[in-house]
C-alpha cells in the first residue's frame, strides 16, 4: 500500500474554500437569475476577473507552502484549465444544436459548471482513496489518459473531435421516453403544463445531456490532475478555478474557440505526457532505476503545448483568410 500523500490542508482551510466556491457560485447563479443576452465587455470582465482568482490562490499557495505546492498547483491548474476549454467546445455544439436562445445560454453553462464541479468533487474523493488504497492506481490512471489522448488524435485527424448528434444521445433518448417535452422554451423554467399534464422544456434536455458530458470529462480531468499532484485540496482548488468563470470565457472565446484547430493535438500530447510520468511514476515505487518526471519539467511541457497550438492555429487561420495573388481577378471573370 502506497503511502498517503499529506495534505497542505488544515480543515479550517477546506471550509474557507468550500464556503468560497459556494459564494461564486451563487454569485453566478444571481447574475444569470434574469436571462439576458451577454455582451463582449460584461464577458471579458468577468473573464479577467476570474482568470486573476486562481493565479492569486497560487501565489498565496506558493508563499504559504512553499515552491513545490505552488508549481504543483499552478500545473495542476493548467491541465485542468485545458480540458475545460475543450469541455467548453462541447457546451457551445450542444447549445447551438439545441438552438438554445441566447437570453438562456447563461443558465444553460451555469448548470453545466455546476454538475462538473459535483462530479469532479465525488471523482475526486474516490481517487484519492484509491491512490491511497492500491499503488496500481497510477498505473490504470496512466492507461486511461494514453487512451484518451490516442481517441483525441484520432478524432482530431478525422476531423470528428466535436460532432454532437443530439438524437443519439443516450441520456436524452432515455428522458423522452418517460416524460413528454415541450415544444418551445419556457423561460429559464425546466419544467411546465404542457397538454395538462408536467412536462420538461427543452432548457432540460439540455442540462441533461451536459451533464452527460460533464461525465466523460471528468473521467478524464481527474487522472490527468492526479498525475500532476496526489494532494486532493490542490486537485480540487485546480479543478474549481478552472471550471469557475467558464461563463463568461464561452462568449469570450464563442467566435474565435472553432479557430484553435489544433487544440485537440495539444490535448493528446498534455494527456499522453502525463499518462507517460503516472506510468512511471507507478514503475518507480518497483524498479527504483526508472525516472519520475517532476513537475516543473510538466509545467513546462504543458505551457510549451499549449503556446505552439495556439500559434499553430492562429497562423493557419490567417493563412486560410489570406487570399491568393490574382485569386480575386480571376474569380470576376
Known sequence: MPDATPSVASPLLWAVTLAGVLVFFTVD????????????????????????????????????FGSDTG??????????????????????????????????????????????????GIFIA??????QAVSW?????????????????????????????????RSVRLVRRFMPVTDDYRGPNLTARHGGRRALTPLALVVIAVFG????????????????????YLVFTANAFSLFGLRALYFVLQSTLSKLVHLGY???????????????????????WLPEIPTPISLAVIVLTLV??????????????????????????
Not at 458530458?213 to 486532493?232: E, R
Not at 495539444?266 to 511514476?281: P, R, Y
Request: hydrophobic letters at 55%; glycine letters at 8%; zero cysteines.
Open 308 to 333: 505552439t497550438v495556439t500559434f499553430t492555429s492562429l497562423y493557419v487561420g490567417r493563412r486560410a483568410a489570406t487570399p491568393i495573388p490574382g485569386q480575386a481577378d480571376l474569380s470576376r471573370r
Open 126 to 131: 474516490i481517487g484519492a482513496a484509491a491512490v
Open 213 to 232: 458530458t460533464d461525465l466523460v470529462f471528468a473521467v478524464d480531468s481527474i487522472p490527468a490532475v492526479y498525475g500532476v499532484t496526489q494532494d486532493p
Open 71 to 120: 508549481v504543483d498547483y499552478f500545473t495542476g491548474w493548467l491541465v485542468e484549465k485545458s480540458l475545460s476549454v475543450d469541455n467548453l467546445f462541447v457546451f457551445m455544439l450542444l447549445i447551438a444544436a439545441f438552438a438554445v436562445p441566447a437570453v438562456l445560454t447563461q443558465r444553460v453553462l451555469l448548470y453545466g459548471i455546476a454538475g462538473a464541479l459535483v462530479l469532479r
Open 137 to 169: 492506481t497510477f498505473l490504470i490512471f496512466g492507461g486511461i489518459l494514453l487512451f484518451t489522448a490516442i481517441k483525441i488524435l484520432r478524432d482530431t485527424v478525422t476531423g470528428a473531435s466535436h460532432e454532437v448528434d443530439v438524437s443519439s444521445l
Open 29 to 64: 447563479f444571481v447574475l444569470t437569475r434574469r436571462p439576458h443576452a451577454v455582451h463582449f465587455r460584461e464577458a471579458l470582465g468577468w473573464t479577467a476577473f476570474y482568470l486573476a482568482l486562481p493565479i492569486i490562490f497560487g501565489i498565496f499557495a506558493w508563499l504559504r
Open 266 to 288: 495539444g490535448l493528446a500530447v498534455i494527456l499522453a505526457f502525463i499518462g507517460v510520468k503516472l506510468i512511471l511514476h507507478w514503475a518507480h515505487g518497483t524498479w527504483k
